[in-house]
């Protein structure tokens, strides 16, 4: 094996360590250039991903705006991010489990425009 592999298989290691935090919050998102946020709850996220559950379904590779929502709970950053849909999977009950890599995070707190029902 030569040193490129190795310096690959590293890197993937590395991408792989950041924790992901159990977090049970609203997610405010947009797919693309839509002028309305859907809802959906968050499941886990980490410095690279978030996963949330939603009443749509997404297509992978759709860019995203997320916002996450953590209300009263201080142990939860509110933040906005820029992503890409990597997964999206049906569940029961017509909800869909949606996974999508993180590329731009922002902390803050943004109130979208509109909001379609979720």
């Known amino acids: 094996m030569d040193d490129t592999a190795i310096d690959n298989i590293a890197e ?19 797919l693309g250039d839509a002028p309305e946020a859907l809802i959906g709850m968050s499941v886990d996220f980490s410095a690279t991903g978030l996963n949330m559950v939603c009443k749509h379904a997404v297509e992978t590779g759709n ?20 992503g890409k849909v990597v997964r999206c ?18 902390s803050g707190n943004p109130t979208p425009e509109r909001t379609a029902p979720p």
């Open 12 to 30: 993937a290691v590395e991408r792989r360590r950041f924790p992901r935090m159990v977090v049970r919050c609203a997610v405010l998102y947009r």
């Open 63 to 82: 860019t995203i705006q997320i916002e996450l929502k953590p209300g009263r709970d201080k142990r939860i950053p509110a933040l906005r991010a820029d």
């Open 89 to 106: 999977t049906a569940l029961k009950g017509g909800l869909y489990a949606v996974s999508c890599r993180l590329l731009h995070v922002q």
